[in-house]
Each structure stands twice: as structure tokens, then as C-alpha cells.
Nanobody, 125 residues
Framework: QVQLVESGGGLVRSGDSLALACAAS????????MAWFRQAPGKGREFAAA????????DYADSVKGRFTISRDRAKKTMYLQMNSLKPEDTAVYYC??????????????????WGQGTQVTVSS
């Protein structure tokens, strides 16, 4: 079992920055894939970014590429999402997720096994 705890959400203004964190606890896996998804009001869950736990290779949705940075600290078992140049359209509930023992990058939410509770990010204009 893996538990994920998110933090860092809040209310910011357009152009501001915000950093999210997702702390994992539980069993250790030989390899894993971690990702951030987001869900805006009235919309489905959307892929934002993913990172391979083993080597740090990252993947970004076009909507966030160049503005968001995903990273991980293996010693702390924590994943981060640094969000810069935030826009109102970034407003959503952000979820972290993990796919245990997976090495290939994925943008599909159904490929992920464990999920955090979500944290609200609101960007005002």
C-alpha cells in the first residue's frame, strides 16, 4: 500500500508562482512513475506532468510545458510541481499519482494506481 499526501495549493494571482508537493509513504518499489493530473470545474481529469522515479525523465502536457517543472526527491520520497507564470486556466484541483513498478512514461490516468486527495489551485486574473 502507498499513501500520498499533497500540499501547497492555494489562491494566487495571474503571473504568480506556486509549488506543490506530494509526499509518499509505504512500500518500496524497484521503479515507479509519478505524475500530476488536474481537474478544472466541469471538466475531466487532465494530464499535466509525469516523471520517472528512476532517472528523472519528465514529460509535460503542451498546456504547461515551459511553465511547470516536475521533480522528485528520492530520499524524501516526495514529488514536486513548480508552477510559474500561472494563468486563470490553470485553476483546478491538482492530484498526484503513482504507478508502482512502471518505467515507461504515461499520460493516462488509468495507468496510475495510487492517488492523493487533491489540492485546490486557484489563479485569479
Amino acid at each position: 500500500q502507498v499513501q500520498l499526501v499533497e500540499s501547497g495549493g492555494g489562491l494566487v494571482r495571474s503571473g504568480d508562482s506556486l509549488a506543490l508537493a506530494c509526499a509518499a509513504s509505504g512500500r518500496t518499489y524497484s521503479d515507479y512513475l509519478m505524475a500530476w493530473f488536474r481537474q478544472a470545474p466541469g471538466k475531466g481529469r487532465e494530464f499535466a506532468a509525469a516523471i520517472r522515479g528512476g532517472d528523472g525523465t519528465a514529460d509535460y502536457a503542451d498546456s504547461v510545458k515551459g511553465r511547470f517543472t516536475i521533480s522528485r526527491d528520492r530520499a524524501k520520497k516526495t514529488m514536486y510541481l513548480q508552477m510559474n507564470s500561472l494563468k486563470p486556466e490553470d485553476t483546478a484541483v491538482y492530484y498526484c499519482a503513482i504507478a508502482p513498478a512502471r518505467g515507461r512514461l504515461s499520460r493516462l490516468d488509468r495507468d496510475y494506481t495510487y492517488w492523493g486527495q487533491g489540492t485546490q489551485v486557484t489563479v485569479s486574473s
